[in-house]
């Protein structure tokens, strides 16, 4: 299982982006999904999680600026992040929580992390 971040960048203070994390790989099922960040010198920590059936759980830092999402078709998470501040900067690294098969057959369950992809904002 491979996840796959992309949408980072460089915006201002106020801006907006949105994050998207492809899974790819021998899927049987994908149960839940999460962002997460982490910030040089400190422990990675919670932004945002959806299950399977689109039940959502923010961070309380996210405070109705963030909107995670999912397209199960797609195997793919999305965080749409509004009203970025400069505190948001950090790496956001997105997980997935899966059933999957290996190349013999066997099923595995297993929690998997995108790259990373770096958020920057600019006051």
């Known amino acids: 299982v491979q996840l796959q971040a992309s949408g980072g960048g460089l915006v201002q203070d106020g801006g907006s982006l949105r994050l998207s994390c492809a899974v790819t790989g021998r899927i049987l099922r994908i149960n839940d999904m999460g962002w997460y960040r982490q910030v040089p010198g400190k422990q990675r920590e919670l932004v945002a999680t959806i299950t399977n059936d689109g039940s959502t759980n923010y961070a309380d830092f996210v405070?109705?600026?963030?909107?995670?999402?999912?397209?199960?078709?797609?195997?793919?998470?999305?965080?749409?992040?509004?009203?970025?501040?400069?505190?948001?900067?950090?790496?956001?690294?997105?997980n997935a929580d899966s059933l999957s098969t290996l190349p013999a057959g066997e099923i595995v369950a297993g929690r998997d992390w995108g790259q990373g992809t770096l958020v920057t904002v600019s006051s």
């Open 63 to 94: 405070r109705g600026r963030f909107t995670i999402s999912r397209d199960n078709a797609k195997n793919t998470v999305y965080l749409q992040m509004n009203g970025l501040e400069p505190e948001d900067t950090a790496v956001y690294y997105c």
